[in-house]
């Protein structure tokens, strides 16, 4: 079964600097894709960016990329010039058949002013 | 566009009676939907898959008889939680898929059994 793996249960950062998230993953697979989403307090699940295995390119939405190690199976996130508003609940997630989401633990992101 | 709506937000039930949750896709067609649960300070847990016109196929270890699950059209599926008891007390989260890659969640449902 596939596995998702976040060993970061909290991290924080200044505003406007850059946090990594980290995130593993165990499958078999060679075709899948994978999700960062982000769970703010209203609890509300927003995806914030996502991968396709069979890319080499590493993912960007504006100011969050990813960096893809398919190898390693790898997955983190990088927030550049970190906002407020980026304060929430992080999870990483893999695809599975159907559709199905496996979820990491979640990391909690807090910026300091 | 894509906005996937819940109802009702909270309900408190006490305990031996059943409860429903709504989950809604509002402005677009979902051939499937997702059932998750979040405890606190915790991960989500895909509960099972609902397939509109078919049965749900639930997760190993999610009774299924007490987590009725009914996709009756293609904009909405049904969560009755049966016989609920205080260890049911969760948030449910719901996510619905129009085709093959994008997944749009609902703000999710607290439930509170006394």
């Known amino acids: 079964a596939q596995t998702v793996t976040q060993s970061q249960p909290e991290m924080s950062v200044q505003e406007a600097e850059t946090v990594t998230l980290s995130c593993t993953y165990d499958?078999?697979?060679?075709?899948?894709?994978l999700f960062w989403y982000k769970q703010p307090p209203s609890r509300q699940m927003i995806l914030v960016i996502r991968?396709?295995?069979?890319?080499?390119q590493n993912a960007t939405e504006n100011r969050f990329s990813v960096n893809f190690q398919k190898a390693a199976k790898s997955f983190s996130l990088k927030i550049s010039d970190s906002q407020l508003g980026d304060a929430a609940m992080y999870f990483c997630a893999y695809r599975r058949e159907a559709q199905k989401l496996v979820f990491g633990q979640g990391t909690r992101l807090t910026i300091n002013p | 566009g894509a906005v996937v709506s819940q109802h009702p937000s909270r309900v408190i039930c006490k305990s031996g009676t059943s409860v429903k949750i709504e989950c809604r896709s509002l402005d677009f067609q979902a051939t499937t939907m997702f059932w998750y649960r979040q405890f606190p300070k915790q991960s989500l847990m895909l509960m099972a898959t609902s397939n509109e016109g078919s049965k749900a196929t639930y997760e190993q270890g999610v009774e299924k008889d007490k987590f009725l699950i009914n996709h009756a059209s293609l904009t909405l599926s049904t969560l009755t939680v049966t016989s609920a008891h205080p260890e049911d007390s969760s948030f449910y989260i719901c996510?619905?898929?129009?085709?093959?890659?994008?997944?749009?969640f609902g703000p999710g449902t607290r439930l509170t059994v006394t």
């Open positions: 996510s619905a898929s129009p085709g093959p890659y994008e997944q749009y």
């Open positions: 991968q396709e295995a069979y890319k080499q």
């Open positions: 499958t078999s697979e060679s075709d899948y894709y």
